[in-house]
């Protein structure tokens, strides 16, 4: 659910970085704003994969974000601002981010299904991020 929030409402932006559908008002998707879900299981991981067509997302934006749960020692509290990737990194074995600027942002999940929540929770995270050429970083 966090990662589909960030691409409705976080990653529309302008050319001069305004956010409108900051709002989170309910409003009808058109061109650019539909976003693409997809997700899979193969009795061993759960894939789940979210894309949008702004990429507006930088890279320096997911190590700040995720560093974010690594800094509070993988404390998971909500309702903070901009703690949404690093719930996201704390509910995955590992985590991809395929950024291309202003074209799209796509963001992978792998969850290990056969580990307990406290497993997951605790065990070995790995995160990656690609940015393509001519992006910035």
Known sequence: A???ANALHDAPATAS?????RERAPRRL???ERVELRYGCDAR???????????????????GHVGMSEARGGDKAGGRGGMGL????GCCNHLVFNLDYHRRTEVIGLVDVRLSPAELRYGAKSLSVFVQDGGPT
């Open 2 to 4: 966090e990662l589909l």
């Open 17 to 21: 970085g305004a956010q409108p559908a």
């Open 30 to 32: 058109s061109g650019r």
């Open 45 to 63: 991981y759960l894939a789940i994969e979210v894309t949008d067509w702004f990429g507006s997302l930088r890279a320096p934006t997911v190590a």
């Open 86 to 89: 690093a719930l996201v990194y």
